[in-house]
């Protein structure tokens, strides 16, 4: 080797150290950066997976986001004029939960005895539960051209349905299924008698 050159094997290996030295120091630093930074993730991850569990563990057992409707039913006459009522039935959906809920079928059913029919017992399907004998009418309540009915959270929804009662009825049993999308219908039902309204 000619001694004039000044890159000797100890110049060499030097030159090689001091090279490797920051380069390794930065590949290590790199991987270890990515290393904490894919733990962190994980835990991060691990994390939002037990609070969404617990959330949902929560959620079903307050059942926050089942309806929490309270319905009912209500019904006024009006006459008699040429033997027959005008009644007015108005059905209410009072959403007590957190979610807004959507109708899509409200249906009304009513049924009556007459004035001269003495008063029985169901017995075909319920040995104590009055019979009403007499098919009223049976309609659906959400206007035809509507895909369904909604009811915010904290707001109670009335909806109206106004009919035609003969005089010859005495008592009625009004009953209104609200259907939704996702859940089985729930319902209400009262009895009236067919009567007006005392002054």
């Known amino acids: 080797m000619d001694p004039t050159w000044p890159w000797n094997s100890l110049e060499i290996a ?43 563990a929560r959620d079903e057992l307050e059942r926050r986001f089942v309806p929490h409707i309270e319905f009912d039913i209500d019904c006024h006459f009006y006459g008699p004029h040429q ?9 209410s959906a009072s959403n007590k939960g957190i979610t807004r809920h959507e109708f899509t ?42 895909n369904y009915i909604f009811v915010e ?13 003969d005089e010859e009825i005495r008592l009625i049993t009004a009953r209104a299924e609200f259907h939704y999308a996702r859940y089985t219908p729930h319902s209400t039902e ?10």
């Open 83 to 91: 033997g027959k009522y005008a009644a007015e039935f108005t059905l």
């Open 105 to 146: 079928s409200v249906l009304l059913r009513v049924r009556g005895v007459t004035q001269e029919a003495s008063l029985r017992f169901w017995a075909k399907h319920y040995p104590h539960r009055l019979e009403f004998p007499e098919a009223i009418l049976k309609d659906e309540v959400k206007p035809r051209n509507w």
């Open 153 to 165: 959270p904290g707001v109670t929804q009335r909806l109206t349905y106004s009919t035609i009662i």
């Open 14 to 56: 030097k030159l090689l150290v001091s090279v490797l030295t920051p380069l390794s120091i930065g590949l290590l630093g790199f991987w270890f950066n990515r290393r904490l930074h894919k733990l962190e993730s994980e835990r991060e991850d691990s994390r939002r997976t037990e609070e969404a569990r617990k959330r949902k």
């Open 190 to 199: 009262r009895m009236f008698e067919v009567r007006a309204p005392k002054v």
